[in-house]
């Protein structure tokens, strides 16, 4: 991942941070060891680059936050 995807990977991250303190049921839905993949509609490339960190590990309970606008959807993956 390059310096500028980590940049841009930190940004959204505060942002879903905000929302999940805001919001009791993204925070309720992200209780007991889930494991979180940050997409957004408006960075493909940095979505992608999520996405493929994740691909081939194991991981039992997985939810893909993502936002489009200022709207979060929370989706489970796996578990």
Same mark, same amino acid.
């Not at 009791?24 to 490339?45: I, N, W």
């Given at each position: 991942?390059? $310096?500028?995807?980590?940049?841009?990977?930190?940004?959204?991250?505060? =942002?879903?941070?905000?929302?999940?303190?805001?919001? @009791?049921?993204?925070?309720?839905?992200?209780?007991?060891? /889930?494991?979180? /993949?940050?997409?957004?509609? &408006?960075?493909? =490339?940095?979505? =992608?680059?999520?996405? $493929?960190?994740?691909?081939?590990?194991?991981?039992?309970?997985?939810?893909? &936050?993502?936002? &489009?606008?200022?709207?979060?959807?929370?989706?489970?993956? @796996?578990?």
């Amino acid at each position: 991942m390059t $310096q500028a995807l980590i940049e841009r990977n930190l940004k959204l991250g505060l =942002e879903f941070d905000t929302y999940v303190v805001r919001s @009791r049921a993204a925070l309720k839905s992200l209780s007991g060891g /889930v494991h979180v /993949v940050l997409t957004t509609s &408006a960075d493909p =490339e940095l979505s =992608e680059a999520n996405r $493929q960190i994740i691909k081939n590990k194991k991981i039992r309970r997985l939810v893909e &936050a993502h936002k &489009a606008g200022k709207k979060w959807t929370l989706t489970r993956l @796996r578990g």
